[in-house]
């Protein structure tokens, strides 16, 4: 099994800085890719950004530039800065990690427990 315990206070003003932190930790054998989903009340959940083996990451159009993802060199660590925040930022954020283990060799998606993130004046 995976554990990904997430970190980060929640509450923000608009235009400041949120980091985010997600830990795995467990029986891994490997981890292909971590990143982060977010749901906002009412919608549906979308991919935020992800980090994969090589280390290049992708966006969601509505974080470029704003947001930056990274990994410890054990590659077991993610960091999710979040800058210029915007209420439309709200959300619920879930890290998750695509890995395999030494029980369980297929690649299977683990989740963390999720962070509310407010960005409220």
């Known amino acids: 099994q995976v554990q990904l315990v997430e970190s980060g206070v929640g509450l923000v003003q608009p235009g400041g800085p949120l980091r985010l932190s997600c830990a795995a930790s467990g029986s891994i054998f490997s981890i292909s890719s971590m990143g982060w989903y977010r749901q906002a009340l009412g919608k549906q959940r979308e991919l935020v950004t992800k980090?994969?083996?090589?280390?290049?990451?992708t966006y969601a159009d509505s974080v470029k530039g704003r947001f930056t993802i990274s990994r410890d060199s054990a590659k077991i660590t993610v960091i999710l800065q979040m800058n210029s925040l915007k209420p439309e930022d709200t959300a619920a954020y879930y890290c998750?990690?695509?890995?395999?283990?030494?029980?369980?060799?297929?690649?299977?998606?683990?989740w963390g427990q999720g962070t509310q993130v407010t960005v409220s004046s």
């Open positions: 998750f990690a695509a890995a395999q283990t030494a029980a369980y060799p297929i690649e299977s998606t683990y």
């Open positions: 980090i994969i083996n090589d280390g290049s990451a």
